[in-house]
T-cell receptor, first 112, second 113 residues
Framework: GENVEQHPSTLSVQEGDSAVIKCTYS??????FPWYKQELGKGPQLIID?????GEKKDQRIAVTLNKTAKHFSLHITETQPEDSAVYFC???????????FGDGTTLTVKP | DAGVTQSPTHLIKTRGQQVTLRCSPK?????VSWYQQALGQGPQFIFQ???????QRGNFPDRFSGHQFPNYSSELNVNALLLGDSALYLC????????????FGEGSWLTVV
């Protein structure tokens, strides 16, 4: 089955700096890669996603890149703000497969 | 437009007991998935329901069962609770047509003592 590894497990940055979180996946048939943000005591919130027919996608301060050959994808957050502090999860799945496989999360702390 | 709603938000059960968790999907969504999230880990897929049938199942024992109703809402049942079942149980919904974009509820925190 699919295996998703996420690094780093914790990341601390100064406000205004950039943050990068990386994930690798094992199933070459996976074609959908979402990122979720989970704040304390809440459920994961979808923040951005990318499909395998696209190499990069951007939404304001957030961008995701995908390298299908190397089977890895990354989340980039620019101009970080204290409210970006949360746990971020990557996931991988096949279209209509039902099951999403998640990484173990990255705890991002943005220091004011 | 209400998102995915789950109940109860918190509950405490004793080993060996049974628990039922409930989920109402986001408006317009017909597919419901359940995930278990242990502390410090990512969500783990339990199963998915569509058209009132279990369509796919993760690596969870038969003690975990579910149901989907005609209005697309769903229940997760866990029998013979173990201490290790303590976790956040997340419901996620999606429209079948969207492929695999799923939206999570806030979860139900289950503590087994």
């Amino acid at each position: 089955g699919e295996n998703v590894e996420q690094h780093p497990s914790t990341l601390s940055v100064q406000e205004g700096d950039s943050a990068v979180i990386k994930c690798t996946y094992s199933d070459s048939a996976s074609n959908y890669f979402p990122w979720y943000k989970q704040e304390l005591g809440k459920g994961p919130q979808l923040i951005i996603d990318i499909r395998s027919n696209v190499g990069e996608k951007k939404d304001q301060r957030i961008a995701v890149t995908l390298n299908k050959t190397a089977k890895h994808f990354s989340l980039h957050i620019t101009e970080t703000q204290p409210e970006d502090s949360a746990v971020y999860f990557c996931a991988a799945s096949r279209t209509n497969a039902g099951k999403s496989t998640f990484g173990d999360g990255t705890t991002l702390t943005v220091k004011p | 437009d209400a998102g995915v709603t789950q109940s109860p938000t918190h509950l405490i059960k004793t080993r060996g007991q049974q628990v039922t968790l409930r989920c109402s999907p986001k408006s317009g969504h017909d597919t419901v998935s359940w995930y278990q999230q242990a502390l410090g880990q990512g969500p783990q897929f339990i199963f998915q329901y569509y058209e009132e049938e279990e369509r796919q199942r993760g690596n969870f024992p038969d003690r975990f069962s579910g149901h989907q109703f005609p209005n697309y809402s769903s229940e997760l049942n866990v029998n013979a609770l173990l201490l290790g079942d303590s976790a956040l149980y997340l419901c996620a919904s999606s429209p079948r047509s969207s492929g695999n974009t799923i939206y999570f509820g806030e979860g139900s925190w289950l503590t087994v003592v």
